[in-house]
């Protein structure tokens, strides 16, 4: 297990520094001076000399490299342009409030999502399993934004129930989870139903239950645990269609997190701001596949010796 | 659809038909193709059928509800939101074909090439797949859309860059089980050139899955172009294109929710349409499910 972990570690290391390879040449991407750019249309010299001397602009390309991932080491991003402030710090006001809505949009997701997932495989073929089945493809299909809104529309206007925006108590939590979960919730369940159905038709299952093994362990001790894997895998690749979700979601509920800080920064033009977010959910991202790859070979020990 | 298809043209017509009555036999897939077809029509007729100019305003009758003169109601110039609709589908519609098939035709032969060399060159190529799909989809859109500014066209652009690589990737996947076959085994020894083998031989057996990429890869490109177009960075108002109108009708949600439902609705629709043809296929394809 030590071993196959150290290589997962070591395996993601190029793309780690691809991923900053391309998270710095973003800003040098922009055509033109990327200090005229970025200081804007009124600036003075002195200001586009000031932001020439912060990137290394007049230096090679390699040298400018070196220093910005010198500097992201010891989370170092620069000033934002908007207010001077550093970028770390503005990041770390937005950070928490959208770590609090992944972790329970997704914690919602994967609840609904293997529950419904496990049920329909196990009542295959019956009523329940083509609504949820058919309920799940149209999770899939609705854009994040446009359920947010409509649940905006019902539950905050028309019932008054709810609020319908802002971070202000457990009750602004709800609206927003249910729209970022929903799609997550949906592939979860389509997921864990044919990784379930593999599993439940396979020859162990059907000779535990000649065995006369109760149908409740073979589900769950059996079926479930040899399904896993799979599910595990889906429940990663969520996690990084939930972060991207979550900016637009973000947005309809005037939410303070870093999604709209993203979409407030590219309509300033904050480069640095975007460099920094986008390098951020890109190591969450990776990270998180990591531990989906670790957690798989926890609930399946033959991918360690592959 | 992984054995090597049968070359005879009369073969290849029996095959052809029971591809198409095994679809036929999926009901959702049948549903999803007919929703499919519908919205393909609405976007080359629509403006034919659309009753109003999509961008004139009719200052007497704002934010009007839903009623015969005004079927889905009007927007706050009092602009018809069916015409505008009817209107928007092509340039929905088409970002998603052009964003799907230039993936495609760019990605596909990215995915043969490093699985049948394999070596040096896959291991490069692979890993600037990799950290390209590093960045959550709809935030490197974000990112491509920060550098080259808003607007339609740039839209499509950032479509393609996520779409090359997801394309080169599962390409690659499906085009590794074929490698090593015997036909191809047999090509090579016939002397076959690589393109010949690579173009003819590999491609013609991953009809399938690419088909079926193609039309999954339509329904994300509708959904990410609506959402850059809400957040403000697609087609820019007055474009009747549906993310953007969803958008300009935010602010009116509380008393005109009408101006907010058709689109989406739309968007849904057309999202829907494209994930259960796709499904479907993937269905049809899969060897364990035929029979």
């Known amino acids: 297990m030590g071993a196959y972990f150290l290589r997962r570690v070591l395996q993601i290391i190029p793309t780690i520094v691809g991923v900053s390879i391309l998270a710095f040449l973003f800003v040098r991407a922009i055509p033109g001076n990327p200090a005229v750019i970025m200081a804007g249309p009124n600036a003075s010299a002195a200001t586009i000399r000031a932001l020439t001397i912060q990137f290394g602009l007049q230096k090679p390309l390699i040298v400018q490299y070196w220093y910005f991932i010198t500097n992201a080491a010891t989370l170092h991003f620069g000033n ?227 | 659809m992984i054995s090597p298809k049968a070359q005879s043209p009369q073969l290849e017509r029996r095959q052809a038909l029971v591809d198409v009555r095994l679809f036929m036999q999926r009901r959702s897939a049948v549903v999803g193709a007919i929703i499919m077809l519908v919205m393909i029509g609405i976007s080359l007729f629509g403006p034919l059928i659309a009753p109003y100019q999509p961008s004139l305003p009719d200052y007497a009758h704002i934010l009007a509800a839903p009623s015969w003169q005004h079927l889905m109601g009007t927007d706050e110039f009092g602009r018809d939101i069916l015409s505008r609709i009817l209107w928007g589908a092509r340039l929905t519609l088409s970002v998603g074909f052009i964003g799907a098939f230039a993936s495609a035709f760019l990605g596909t032969p990215i995915g043969l090439a490093t699985a049948y060399f394999g070596g040096w060159l896959d291991d490069i190529v692979m890993r600037i797949v990799d950290v390209v799909l590093s960045f959550p989809g709809i935030l490197l859109a974000i990112g491509v859309i920060a550098i080259l500014g808003p607007g339609l066209q740039n839209v499509i652009i950032t479509i393609i860059v996520f779409g090359v690589p997801m394309f080169a990737r599962i390409v690659r996947g499906s085009a590794i089980s074929l490698k090593n076959l015997e036909y191809i085994e047999a090509a090579k020894a016939g002397g076959a050139t690589n393109g010949r083998i690579l173009f003819q031989h590999m491609l013609r057996n991953l009809v399938g899955p690419i088909t079926v990429q193609l039309t999954l890869q339509m329904a994300q490109a509708i959904l990410v172009a609506s959402s850059l177009g809400f957040l403000g960075f697609g087609a820019q108002p007055p474009t009747p294109e549906w993310g953007a109108m969803l958008a300009e009708g935010r602010m009116f949600l509380t008393i005109a929710p009408w101006v907010d439902i058709f689109p989406g609705v739309c968007i849904f629709l057309a999202v829907l349409g494209f994930n259960m043809v796709g499904d479907g296929l993937n269905d049809m394809l899969d060897p364990r499910l035929r029979r």
């Open chain 1, 80 to 306: 934002s342009l908007g207010d001077g402030q550093p970028v770390t710090k503005i990041i770390g006001y937005h950070f928490m409030p959208t770590v609090e809505l992944a972790f329970f949009g997704l914690g919602l997701a994967i609840v609904i999502g293997v529950l419904a997932g496990v049920l329909s495989a196990v009542k295959r073929n019956s009523p329940l399993d083509y609504t949820v089945m058919t309920l799940s493809m149209m999770g899939v299909s609705f854009p994040a934004f446009w359920l947010a809104m409509m649940l905006i529309a019902l539950f905050a206007v028309h019932f008054r129930m709810l609020p319908s925006g802002g971070d202000s108590g457990w009750t602004s939590f709800i609206l927003p989870v249910i729209s970022l979960g929903t799609s997550g919730a949906a592939s979860i369940a389509r997921f864990t139903r044919q990784s379930m159905v593999t599993t439940l038709t396979s020859d162990y299952v059907r000779t535990g239950r000649a065995k006369g093994v109760r149908e409740s362990m073979l589900v769950f001790k059996h079926a479930f645990k040899n399904a896993l894997g799979p599910i595990i895998t889906i429940i990663g690749i969520q996690f990084g269609f939930l972060l991207g979700g979550a900016v637009v979601v973000e947005v309809v509920y005037a939410w303070p997190g870093l999604g709209n800080l993203l979409i407030t920064s590219v309509e300033s033009r904050n480069y640095p701001v975007i460099q920094t977010l986008l390098l951020l959910f890109a190591m969450e991202f990776i990270l998180a596949s990591l531990l989906v790859d670790i957690a798989y070979a926890l609930v399946n020990p033959r991918v360690r010796y592959d």
